[in-house]
């Protein structure tokens, strides 16, 4: 689906509910969703610096995750994927959160590569996605959740009883500052 026709879907308002994707074309459709949307991230992410096959996009951890999409008409409009670890140390790109991590109740589940299409933001597909998410933390017993915010993410998992521990170590391709939050569960 073109992002016009997506505007156009925004407009009629379809939209369904969090689903888990699963399989090698459902992977394909959510690093598409990655890529167009951290493209036209300008504030938060420098573009020019991503490569094709940018971390953002795609990364080991991917295979061993769990993802959920939303879609409208067919087409995925929101993703989002929640690693479970048993050693936080273990966590993808958990090298970045360094000290931040230390303390934390194990197993400890880790919330990332959120992404809402352009033309659905606001409706709420951010906040059903973490919260799906979080339930299957605790579905699978983790003792904590942690994620990595960017800036309008703050409030949201503030608001969800996350706490801020701090920023993570910058990738070479960011604009903004993330700061790593968790919940004890
Ligand atoms: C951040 C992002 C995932 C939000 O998706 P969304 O579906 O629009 O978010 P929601 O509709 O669930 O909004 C939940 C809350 O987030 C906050 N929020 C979302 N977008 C915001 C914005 N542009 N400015 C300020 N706050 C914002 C608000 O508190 C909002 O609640 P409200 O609408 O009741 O005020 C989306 O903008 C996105 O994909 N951004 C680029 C990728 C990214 O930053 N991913 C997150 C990495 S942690």
């Known amino acids: 689906m073109s992002p016009a026709t997506v505007q156009a879907e925004a407009q009629n308002g379809a939209c369904g509910d969090p689903r888990r994707a699963d399989g090698p074309a459902a992977l394909e459709a959510i690093v598409a969703l990655r890529a167009l949307v951290w493209r036209s991230e300008r504030d ?49 790109g958990g090298e970045r959160f360094g000290r931040l991590l230390a303390g934390l109740p194990t197993p400890v589940a880790l919330l990332s590569r959120l992404v809402v299409h352009p033309a659905m933001r606001r409706r709420g597909l951010a906040q059903a996605l973490t919260e799906v998410r979080m339930e299957a933390a605790r579905s699978w017993g983790a003792r904590s959740i942690v994620v990595e915010a960017s800036p309008r993410r703050i409030a949201p998992l503030l608001a969800l009883g996350f706490v801020e521990l701090g920023l993570s170590a910058a990738e070479p391709f960011d604009l903004a500052a993330f700061t790593l939050m968790a919940l004890r569960l």
């Open 44 to 92: 938060v992410i420098d573009a020019a610096k991503l490569s094709p096959d940018a971390s953002l996009f795609r990364d080991a951890g991917d295979a061993r995750a769990l993802h959920w999409t939303i879609e409208a008409d067919g087409s995925v409009v929101a993703a989002a994927r929640l690693c479970l670890q048993t050693d936080a140390g273990d966590l993808p």
